[in-house]
């Protein structure tokens, strides 16, 4: 599903910040990704969210090498990756609802047509009661479980997650590395989850891909 | 019914025009983050001065248009005094003459007291000119100036001593030069106006581009295309445009309802006389307020497609 061979990325004349990176990735698999801070990780989760695309090497996903494709396919293959941000990201002028339903939006969707599924994921997030109010009003796990539902409610093949339990304690920490465990085991998810609290990796049986100055290893 | 025609709306509509979507949904790009009052407060400005501009210019085609006509539908035929010769026998034969002429439906020669009448603002009142040897005039009115055989009228008094043919040629040269310089220099401040008014909306959009930063990467990382986070912008930008292009073509029109209020009562009567020849009556005629309405689709159509274009740019500058 996605393929890295030799991949170095640096942003403009600046030194390499990800070197040699070279891993698959599997459909339906779960992979922290961890390190130090700085050391690459919103770097990589940018290449593998095809907003960056690599100084050298090749990137290919869903079968697709990356480096030869037009914004419009960029776009298309975009759609299959969902994101989750350590700051939620959820807009504060729309509703829980509003915010969740967005990339229905985007893909063009009415609103008879989405709004079962997007109460009906707002219901299993636990969410139900909070849908109409606004995210300024929400707790920090209320909106990463928004930030969550939105990033899922597209169905996308693979969920990307930025430090996603850095705004929240870490019993709600846990709960939510459960929710993304449960996406990935009951809709097939491929999910990337970035975090550098090591406490919570040993609670879970998924491999760590560990970044350090720009080099990756894989531990199993 | 209603519905459905309306589900099918954005097949019949332009690409760039912002779709009627999903119902009640709340707007993406929320309404106060767009310098709404300040932007519409300028297009209201910007069309306002392209009705009182456009209206004018129609004031003075149109004017022209009929002075042209006036003007030509008559001929004037002078006979300056020659010694030897009776002038008021050349008169006659003068206006014999015209109204056998094809194409003349009437010739009358002006009297002495007529004469005097036209020469009174330089010469002043009450002055008698009977003692006075003055050329006089005999004016002709054309059924047809297409038609009228001017040449032959022309040839025929040679047989007067001292006639000649004015047919106003230079006159109406004039006129059309000056209508036509007036419509040009209209035309020009619209077009400046139109260039103010898109530079204007392009940073206002780059402003609210600026502003609401936050939800285009968010929109960007949900899937959503350059088309579609430019059409929600667009949105905004066309209801402003819409907005302030009414109420200036609004305000334009009850602009030049007042000042034709004004020039008829505040004015005296040969003066307001006078304007009425200069600007017909400060009417805007059916002809003239279609153009002032046009104002209002031109308005939101370069407000959105401006906004339109600069939000792409923007974001291709982005990525």
């Known amino acids: 599903m996605i393929e890295f061979s030799d991949v170095g990325l640096r942003y403009g004349n600046g030194p390499e910040i990800l070197t040699d990176l070279s891993f698959s990735i599997e459909p339906g698999s779960f992979h922290f990704l961890t390190g130090p801070s700085g050391s690459g990780k919103t770097s990589l989760l940018r290449l593998l969210l095809l907003s960056l695309k690599p100084s050298r090497g090749k990137v290919t996903m869903f079968g697709e090498d990356v480096g030869e494709l037009t914004q419009d396919h960029l776009l298309q293959l975009r759609r299959h990756i969902g994101i989750v941000f350590q700051e939620f990201r959820l807009l504060d002028h729309l509703t829980t609802f509003e915010n969740v339903a967005l990339p229905l939006r985007v893909l063009g969707q009415p609103e008879s047509e989405y709004r079962p599924n997007v109460t009906e994921l707002l219901e299993w997030v636990g969410l139900g009661e909070r849908m109409h109010a606004l995210p300024t009003v929400l707790s920090g796990g209320e909106k990463q479980r928004a930030a969550i539902a939105r990033a899922v409610i597209a169905r996308p093949k693979v969920l990307l997650a930025d430090e996603p339990t850095g705004n929240v304690d870490p019993e709600l920490s846990s709960r939510l590395v459960h929710l993304f465990a449960e996406l990935n085991r009951t809709l097939g998810m491929t999910i990337i989850l970035a975090t550098h609290e090591l406490p919570l990796l040993d609670r879970f049986p998924y491999p760590r891909m560990v970044l350090n100055k720009g080099e990756l290893s894989i531990h199993d | ?319």
Not at chain 2, 221 to 240: D, H, M, P, T, V
Not at chain 2, 248 to 258: E, H, I, K, S, Y
């Open chain 2, 1 to 319: 019914m209603t519905k459905s025609l309306l589900a099918r709306l954005p097949q019949w509509l332009p690409h760039w025009l912002p779709l009627p979507r999903h119902g009640g949904a709340a707007p993406i790009v929320p309404e106060k983050s767009v310098a709404g009052r300040t932007l519409l407060l300028l297009v209201t400005i910007m069309s306002f001065l392209s009705a009182v501009t456009l209206g004018g210019v129609v004031l003075v085609q149109k004017s022209a248009i009929a002075w042209s006509a006036d003007v030509g539908r008559e001929l004037t035929i002078q006979i300056r005094p020659v010694e030897g010769e009776v002038m008021e026998s050349n008169l006659r034969t003068a206006v014999s003459l015209a109204q056998a002429t094809p194409g003349v439906s009437g010739a009358h020669a002006l009297t002495i007291e007529e004469s005097q009448r036209l020469l009174e603002p330089w010469l002043g009142a009450g002055l008698d000119l009977s003692a006075i040897a003055i050329p006089r005039l005999v004016v002709v009115q054309l059924a047809d100036p297409v038609d009228a055989d001017i040449a032959t009228l022309e040839r025929n008094l040679g047989a007067i001593n001292g006639a000649s043919l004015d047919t106003h040629a230079a006159w109406r040269q004039q006129l059309n030069t000056m209508a036509g310089t007036v419509v040009l220099s209209g035309l020009l401040v619209l077009g400046l106006i139109g260039v103010a008014t898109v530079l204007a909306i392009v940073f206002a959009t780059r402003g609210a581009m600026a502003s609401n930063r936050e939800i285009v990467d968010v929109l960007h990382f949900i899937g959503a295309s350059n088309k579609f986070i430019a059409g929600e912008f667009q949105g905004r930008f066309l209801s402003i445009g819409l907005q302030g292009g009414l109420l200036g073509a609004v305000l334009g029109t009850l602009f030049f309802t007042l000042i034709g209020a004004a020039a008829g009562s505040v004015l005296p009567s040969e003066a307001t006389a006078q304007v009425g020849v200069l600007f017909g009556q400060f009417v805007l005629g059916l002809d003239g307020m279609i153009f002032v309405a046009l104002i209002v689709p031109a308005m939101a159509v370069l407000t959105a497609v401006t906004s339109r274009v600069t939000v792409r740019r923007y974001l291709s500058e982005a990525s």
